[in-house]
């Protein structure tokens, strides 16, 4: 079983487990190549937010009330190119936590304009509903390769209370720990998989005991296990578990039986993300979906999904729904999904083209009204009421690519992606008249 965790796997795992162990050996005794907790830096102050929250919330709230869209201002960093793009955007995983609107989101600032000692990851929080956020904690360049993929693909896990954060990039898993009364925050590395010594040829430039680059997390509403994807291309993607130890920090308990295929992980769910021992995993790559039993600790694949589909989003909220390339799928079983071929999506606003062939990189369903979708795309943001059979784009926003969405309590909706993160009520009776979206 995992230990200390009080969650029994099967006999086939804990073989899987010393396999593990008798496998990796080598690649564990080179952990001491990654950095060191990272200590308070002194030339970085605490962070202040570029625009005072009582205001922001202020212009955010006349906006919202006005049926206009609105763009925050009071994430961390210079604002360059996507330094206020949310990668993650993730609420509470106890679904008794109190604060119904508490976010936390991670926000990369790796623009080229930015001198490199001052690029960093930022772990920000709201408690308005994403109209103001304040700065918890900053991840120092060290952690991170601003040159790979880093500000696209990284994942963030929340322990329970937001006590301590779990970031993913191109150099492994990291456990951030924030500080009081400074800006840099504790970061402890969690022990991952590394590059073998008869490593495959990729373009990404890793060496032999490099950390593996890992991907997606995801966090138990209890705070006890948590999963993290790894991967970079090599063709051989990874998944291991971890629980809590007695100080707080992950413990690595072993890989879970191997994915059916090659290709990388990029997104993760539970089937029920409010339960404490979720039955499945819900897995997307880059060409399908697998669903892995817990139970049995069998993988089996969506059917429904296209050749070729990464699938970049997962939601689980009333049933499986997946944003991929090309398409969005909506739930008929646990292990079928059907693509919306009737669904007509405004790609291009200049061009006017219509049809279900929807870059998508993220889905969100209103957990308090499932029937509401929200579609995050690289032509923009789309909408649903009907459980995702008719879609209107958002034209007030700014044309630009989106990656993700977050439906707060009261049915507004945090919208983010390149172009900035923006606050919308396009499902109110009052406002959707008044909101510049247009039906195909």
Request: charged share 20%; net charge positive.
């Amino acid at each position: 079983m995992l230990k200390n965790s009080g969650y029994t796997v099967p006999h086939s795992w804990e073989l899987k487990r010393k396999f593990r162990f008798i496998f990796m050996a080598a690649p564990m005794m080179a952990w001491g190549q990654i950095p060191p907790p990272q200590t308070p830096a002194p030339h970085h102050p605490a962070i202040k937010s570029p625009v005072p929250a009582r205001s922001e919330g202020d212009e955010a709230r006349k906006a919202l009330d006005s049926c206009e869209i609105y763009k925050v201002k009071s994430l961390p960093g210079s604002h360059q190119f996507a330094g206020d793009f949310i990668e993650t955007i993730t609420g509470d995983p106890d679904p008794g936590a109190r604060g119904r609107n508490v976010v936390w989101g991670l926000t990369a600032d790796v623009s080229s304009k930015v001198p490199s000692r001052d690029r960093a990851m930022y772990i920000s929080k709201s408690t308005s509903g994403g109209k103001t956020w304040t700065p918890v904690a900053r991840v120092d360049s060290k952690y991170f390769d601003a040159g790979i993929d880093e500000g696209l693909r990284n994942g963030l896990g929340v322990s329970p209370g937001g006590t301590d954060f779990v970031i993913t990039t191109q150099r492994g898993a990291f456990q951030v720990f924030p500080q009081p009364n400074t800006s840099v925050a504790l970061v402890k590395a969690i022990v991952g998989p590394r590059v073998p010594h008869l490593r495959p040829w990729v373009s990404i430039p890793k060496r032999e005991g490099d950390p593996v680059r890992a991907a997606a997390v995801k966090i138990t509403a209890d705070g006890k296990i948590m999963i993290v994807g790894y991967g970079y291309f090599d063709m051989n993607p990874q998944i291991f578990t971890y629980h809590r130890g007695h100080d707080g920090s992950w413990l690595e308990d072993g890989p879970l039986p191997r994915l059916p295929t090659q290709m990388d992980i990029l997104s993760m769910q539970f089937d029920n993300p409010r339960k404490a021992r979720p039955g499945s995993l819900y897995v997307g790559t880059g060409d399908q979906a697998y669903r892995l039993d817990f139970h049995t600790m069998n993988w089996t694949r969506i059917d429904g999904v296209g050749p070729d589909s990464a699938i970049h989003g997962i939601s689980t909220v009333g049933g499986l729904h997946l944003a991929a390339c090309w398409g969005v799928y909506n739930p008929v079983s646990a292990d079928v999904v059907e693509r919306l071929t009737n669904a007509r999506f405004l790609l291009h606003r200049e061009k006017d083209e219509t049809g279900p062939n929807i870059r998508a990189y993220g889905i969100e369903v209103d957990p308090a009204r499932p029937n509401r979708e929200v579609v995050t795309a690289i032509t923009g943001v789309y909408i649903s009421w009907d459980r995702g059979q008719s879609w209107k784009r958002l034209n007030d926003l700014p044309e630009g690519e989106f990656r993700t969405a977050h439906f707060n309590s009261d049915g507004t909706v945090i919208i983010s992606g390149f172009p900035g993160t923006f606050l919308a009520n396009p499902f109110s009776n009052a406002c959707s008249p008044h909101l510049n979206i247009r039906n195909k």
